[in-house]
């Protein structure tokens, strides 16, 4: 599968984005969804994980309450949608797929497929 994520940009402390992970190749609902992000000097983090149906979700604690993961198997395409963002979420983001269904709600398992990174930084 080869991913795409976009969305990114810049905006103010409080504010909102939605980041999009566009896929094609090997059907979409076959893989567990998941976004990671880096920041600037910083090694890389999960963010938050989708299963293949999108009925489960997992998410780290730092944006616990404020992101929401979502798919559309559909349109072959899985979301972030950011809310009261804050400064310290600016970092570039990667959405990552693996056909392992229970990759979906582990933070340290190494996903398989990659997408280049869209930056997202959020200004005080």
């Known amino acids: 599968v080869q991913l795409q994520a976009f969305g990114g940009g810049l905006v103010q402390a409080g504010g909102s984005l939605r980041l999009s992970c566009a896929a094609s190749?090997?059907?979409?609902?076959?893989?567990?969804i998941a976004w990671f992000r880096q920041a600037p000097g910083k090694e890389r983090e999960f963010v938050a994980g989708?299963?293949?149906?999108?009925?489960?979700?997992y998410y780290a604690d730092s944006v616990k309450g404020r992101f929401t993961i979502s798919r559309d198997n559909a349109g072959n395409t899985a979301y972030l949608q950011m809310n009261s963002l804050k400064p310290e979420d600016t970092a570039v983001y990667y959405c990552?797929?693996?056909?392992?269904?229970?990759?979906?709600?582990?933070?340290?398992?190494?996903?398989?497929?990659w997408g280049h990174g869209t930056l997202v930084t959020v200004s005080s």
């Open positions: 989708i299963s293949w149906s999108g009925d489960s979700t």
């Open positions: 990552a797929a693996d056909i392992y269904s229970g990759s979906y709600n582990r933070p340290t398992y190494k996903f398989d497929h």
């Open positions: 190749g090997r059907p979409f609902g076959s893989y567990v």
